[in-house]
């Protein structure tokens, strides 16, 4: 890493705007991830950053398919689903479908003048008793999406490319302290959306073992 991607990673987890939304209807749940950044670059430029294979895979990951309305997509590794809704070079809309589980993913790019800001809103309906929300909480989705607001950052202000281990990135200093920013921020989310604070807080120190590749204490 340079010392321009370093100063990047030491203020990204602040860069950052989070936003999380709970909704109990007796057996059910249906949360609201948003998540939402400023970026020193145009609009168009933000969206086929956003909506491009090539650019994708420089800062997000390798993307497959058919990158249209209609169309279906696969991130390597990953989630795949459909394009349902798409306003180019505004806003698209697509399923996220992993592990059996399938949720919505909307992808919004505003222009503020002299820079452009991309906000993505993650919304999901399930168990209100998921053993993994429990485990886990808003960190689990939440932290992964920091990291690509992250490589976005890196990309567009510094210049560099996704790392090519992304493990042996996360046991660096710079990003472990990220993680650790990102999750604990993603806790007090939780914490402000009606968690009770012990459960919150415990579910953020698993979610940031689990991206530190540590072990997870049930």
Do not use: K
């Not at 203020?11 to 970026?39: C, F, K, M, P, W």
């Not at 976005?152 to 990003?175: I, K, S, Y």
Request: aromatic share 8%; with cysteine; glycine share 8%.
């Amino acid at each position: 890493m340079t010392d321009a991607s370093d100063q990047i990673i030491a203020s990204q987890a602040e860069a950052v705007r989070r936003g999380l939304a709970i909704e109990r209807d007796g057996t059910s749940q249906h949360t609201t991830q948003t998540i939402s950044q400023s970026y020193p670059t145009t609009v168009d430029d933000l969206w086929e950053a956003c909506t491009q294979a090539d650019r994708l895979e420089r800062w997000f990951a390798p993307v497959s398919g058919d990158l249209r309305l209609g169309g279906r997509y696969q991130v390597e590794g990953n989630a795949s689903g459909e394009v349902v809704a798409c306003e180019p070079p505004r806003s698209f809309t697509v399923t996220w479908e992993f592990a059996g589980d399938t949720s919505q993913v909307a992808v919004q790019v505003d222009d503020e003048g002299d820079r452009a800001r991309l906000t993505i809103e993650h919304t999901h309906a399930g168990d209100a008793d998921s053993d993994f929300w429990t485990q886990y909480g808003p960190g689990a989705t939440g932290v992964g999406w920091d990291l690509a607001l992250l490589g976005l950052a890196l990309h567009l202000v510094a210049g560099e490319d996704r790392p090519q281990d992304p493990e042996a990135f996360t046991q660096t200093a710079p990003a472990q302290r990220f993680i650790r920013a990102a999750s604990e921020s993603w806790g007090e989310a939780s914490i402000h959306a009606g968690t009770p604070e012990e459960d919150a807080t415990a579910a953020a120190n698993r979610t940031t073992a689990f991206y530190l590749g540590q072990d997870v204490e049930p």
